[in-house]
């Protein structure tokens, strides 16, 4: 009994050990894979653009999206979170980041994609600073692995003008 007790002991942990090591090695071969996303948006349409009641500037756009985030999966990735945000500079905050879209990855299969949206979430300044505005459009990407480390990255689509006037 005592002896059997300890031989599934020492069985569970060189099991451990085991898997430990495939975890080290996980995350590190992980680390060599170095991805390279694309990404193209288009804003295809001004839904409308207004000062809201209060003061603050709000725009509905339509965008096409197109993304290839294959090369994010390997065998180690779990999922993949994805958000698209404007990024833009006013007087008070030289970073204002607004998400519009974001998904979540689950496989490899799905990481090539297009969408046809209005954005998501609403695209609001805390303030009037909206019109005639040059913004970016990033898409930053969340990999959430088995085992390891989460990493994050993004890609920056730069060259992108709010319209001069409210419509
Ligand atoms: C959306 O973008 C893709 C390529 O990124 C392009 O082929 C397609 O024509 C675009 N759709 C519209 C409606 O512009
Ligand atoms: C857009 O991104 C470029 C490159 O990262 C940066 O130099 C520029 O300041 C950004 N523009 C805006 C309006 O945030």
Known sequence: MHSYLYRGNA????????????????????????????????????????????????????????????????????????????????PKNSLNQVSLWDGIIPTKQHAAFRIHTANKYRFIDQGSNLRGKEFNLTLHWHVMPKTGKMFADKLVMTGFRLPDSYR
């Open 11 to 90: 069985l569970f942990t060189f099991a451990l050990t085991v898997l430990a090591f495939m975890c080290g090695i996980a995350s590190l071969t992980d680390n060599f894979n170095s991805p390279s996303p694309t990404s193209e948006v288009q804003v295809l349409n001004i839904n409308w653009f207004q000062k809201k009641p209060d003061g603050d500037d709000e725009i509905s756009l339509t965008l096409n999206v197109s993304a290839d985030l294959q090369s994010l999966f390997t065998w180690n990735t779990k999922q993949v979170f994805v958000f698209l945000a404007a990024e833009y500079e006013t």
